[in-house]
């Protein structure tokens, strides 16, 4: 029997396809599993056409402010991609982060579909071989270490300031991507001890691929199989990083990849203390000394340690520069617009700069003595958060107050909607740098800022982050006053399609202090 026009095999298949559709759109409901408020999920396709619509920034702002701080989210066909459960609960986000650690210990990311060797970096491992790795590493990011790259930092710091001087003597105006050229050059000097000078190298081959690797964008063909397929990317990237068109990041990871390798091959003859970069310091981490670390980092350095394989140092030098340099050159972008746009906090910090350091160079011990500039930096970043959310999966069944957590579970920390809270930050959108005076960071809950995440699994690189963004600011306003100018974009828009990044580049000005 035909029914209307449609043969009768038709109508089977569309009335199962239907009752499938249904039938996966209320088992894959979150808000039935925990029994938490959360958006409606559209069949199928969740929550995408709103983050599409929105930008992850807003999709999370809208999440927290509509339905609370414990709130379902279901990510239809693309599994947990948003986390299943969104929380904001300070209670909740000790235990997920810092008590339960041990039970939170991984990414909602999976080794097994990342590119080599990246999957072997400190980001991508998991569970135990994740804590042997952390441990083995957190020495090599200790204060001791870090003076001793001090020099480094200074030296590509120097570069930016003769740069900035031709545009001030030429009354140029510049964008964001000097910051880039700046931070690049810092990570290719204390990861690999290559200096590259990208600023009057565009070309070097550690440029050209630190662009690729961190040129994340849907419209390259490698990027979207990775989304839909990576487990076939992951299989065919031997083959795939020769095809034109799929070079970009494939080649790029290779490339870092062989460089390591290489670099490797004549660090292991090289003298002891010849070299202080990351790299050396990851052949030796696992015998290093704990005793000049944090509390915090104490307790992480007791773990189990071993040895790094060559792959797991490459991994770790990509990892270093994807996280390291974009992240901070964003930073400085956003933190020198407010600067050029408050005026009256760019004098008060150029004073402190002055009375404290009288004209030296800055150094690790001096820039940790100013204490408006940590002010004006964490209130940068708490408007800011270039990391955006962090998230964590539940590697055993759990409970966290009260609220049942199976295994599997990924648990999302929306960090830019817990910045942008009005009642945790009065009129939020405002830059005040005296939120984060003593008194005022005392009355806050800690849970409440974190811009290098939370706990044993936070930014391992935020030392580092804070001292090369500290050392080229003070450098900059020890010489120059930080402009607007006509092609300004005031007040400052945010990206849609690209989370946590200027809509428009940031064009500024230097005038010179002294001429
Ligand atoms: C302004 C600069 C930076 C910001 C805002 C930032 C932010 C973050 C955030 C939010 C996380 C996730 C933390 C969590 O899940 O709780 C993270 C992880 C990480 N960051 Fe950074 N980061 C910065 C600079 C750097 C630098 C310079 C390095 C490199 C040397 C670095 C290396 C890493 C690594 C390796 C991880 C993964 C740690 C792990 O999984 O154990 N970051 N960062
Ligand atoms: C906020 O979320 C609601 C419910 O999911 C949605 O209908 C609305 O379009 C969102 N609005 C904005 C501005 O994000
Ligand atoms: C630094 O950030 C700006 C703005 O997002 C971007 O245009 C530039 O390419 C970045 N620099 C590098 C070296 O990636
Ligand atoms: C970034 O990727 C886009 C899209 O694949 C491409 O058009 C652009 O040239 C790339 N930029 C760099 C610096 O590689
Ligand atoms: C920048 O400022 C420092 C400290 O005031 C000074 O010693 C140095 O000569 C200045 N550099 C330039 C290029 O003006
Ligand atoms: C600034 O932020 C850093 C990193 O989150 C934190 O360790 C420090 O205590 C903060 N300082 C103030 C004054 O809030």
Excluded at 14 to 31: E, K, M, P, Q
Excluded at 234 to 239: A, D, E, N, Q, R
Excluded at 362 to 389: A, C, F, H, W
Aim: charged letters at 25%; a neutral charge; proline letters at 6%.
């Amino acid at each position: 029997m035909d029914f209307f026009f449609l043969p009768s095999w038709v109508v089977v298949v569309l009335v199962v396809a239907v009752l499938t559709i249904i039938y996966l759109h209320y088992s894959w409901d979150n808000r039935r599993k925990f029994g938490l408020p959360g958006p409606t999920p559209l069949p199928l396709l969740g929550h995408m056409v709103d983050l599409m619509k929105n930008g992850l920034c807003d999709f999370d702002l809208n999440v927290t402010k509509t339905y609370g701080n414990t709130v379902a989210l279901s990510s239809g066909m693309f599994f947990n991609f948003l986390g299943d459960i969104m929380i904001t609960d300070p209670e909740m986000l000790k235990e997920v982060m810092v008590k339960q650690a041990s039970v939170f210990t991984d990414r909602n990311t999976d080794p097994d579909i990342e590119i080599s060797p990246v999957d072997k970096s400190v980001f991508a491992v998991r569970g135990e071989q994740w804590k042997q790795m952390r441990s083995t590493l957190t020495p090599t990011f200790s204060s001791g270490k870090l003076r001793h790259m001090e020099a480094m930092i200074l030296k590509c710091a120097n570069t930016l300031i003769e740069n900035l001087k031709k545009k001030a003597k030429a009354g140029e105006s510049f964008d964001n991507k000097i910051w880039g050229w700046f931070t690049m050059d810092v990570i290719c000097t204390t990861a690999f001890g290559v200096e590259v000078d990208s600023l009057n190298n565009p070309n070097h081959p550690f440029v050209k691929n630190a662009e690729k690797a961190n040129n994340i964008s849907l419209a390259d063909p490698v990027v979207f199989l990775m989304f839909f397929a990576p487990r076939l990317v992951k299989k065919l990237s031997p083959i795939l990083r020769h095809v034109p068109g799929f070079r970009g990041v494939l080649g790029s990871f290779q490339f870092f990849g062989e460089t390591t390798k290489a670099l490797l091959d004549v660090r292991k003859q090289a003298q002891e203390g010849h070299y202080n970069d990351f790299l050396q310091l990851m052949l030796t981490a696992h015998t290093m000394s704990t005793s000049d670390l944090g509390d915090d980092e104490k307790e992480v350095a007791k773990w189990k340690k071993k040895a790094l394989t060559t792959d797991e140092i490459a991994g770790n030098g990509i990892i270093f520069f994807i996280a390291g340099f974009g992240t901070a050159n964003d930073t400085l972008g956003f933190t020198t617009y407010l600067l050029a746009t408050h005026p009256e906090i760019q004098q008060r910090l150029i004073q402190e700069i002055d009375d404290v350091l009288q004209g030296a160079e800055p150094t690790y011990d001096t820039v940790s003595k100013l204490g408006y500039l940590e002010q004006v930096l964490n209130e940068s970043m708490r408007l800011y958060p270039v990391g955006i959310r962090v998230d964590r999966v539940a590697n055993q069944d759990t409970t966290v107050n009260g609220l049942f957590i199976p295994k599997g579970t990924a648990v999302a920390i929306p960090i830019y909607a817990i910045h942008m809270d009005p009642e945790k930050y009065p009129d939020p959108e405002k830059f005040d740098p005296e939120r984060f005076t003593p008194e005022e960071k005392a009355k806050r809950n800690p849970y409440w800022y974190m811009p290098f995440g939370v706990g044993p699994r936070n930014c391992i690189g935020m030392r580092l982050a804070l001292l090369e963004m500290k050392i080229i600011i003070v450098k900059v306003l020890q010489n120059f006053t930080l402009k607007t100018c006509a092609e300004t974009q005031v007040p400052l828009v945010l990206s849609k399609s690209n989370p946590m990044k200027p809509e428009k580049p940031i064009i500024l000005k230097v005038e010179e202090r002294f001429v």
